[in-house]
């Protein structure tokens, strides 16, 4: 990740994460942050909005499925990722360039919301479908003995 622009941006959702899927059956999901700076007008004595961002971001995998299956239009969002910047030609001829953030995280702001956390796992790590529950090796353990059996050795 050398060289590249790492940024995190904090608003709402302008829709619901648009899911999609490429040719090769990968899963990448859509949508737009909107991010309003707040400002002090010191002559009004009041705060105003400032002037808006609309950042377009993408995820990608699994990541894209947990995104469009957790989050709706409106919800505000802590996001961090890639700032990447593309060029393209219209159809016309005019040259164009665009920004789009790659999102490495990114979940609901708490302050405005709560949330309940489902852990998801890995189809291709864990061998079962996305979302359906981990089996933790150290919970069962302590839950079959009759007495809890404790030792003075760190857990870690």
Known sequence: MAGETVITVVGNL???????????????ANFIIASTSRV????AG???DGDALF?????WREFAEHVAGSLTKGTRVIAQGRLKQRSYETETGDKRTSMELEIDS?????????ATVTRATSSRTAGGPVGAPVEEPWASAASDAQTPVYDDDTPF
């Open 14 to 28: 302008t829709s619901d994460p648009e899911l999609r899927y490429t040719q090769s059956g990968t899963a990448v």
């Open 106 to 114: 990114i979940g609901p702001d708490l302050r405005w919301a709560t």
């Open 46 to 48: 009041e705060t105003k």
């Open 55 to 59: 950042l377009r971001a993408s995820v």
């Open 40 to 43: 002090f007008d010191k002559q």
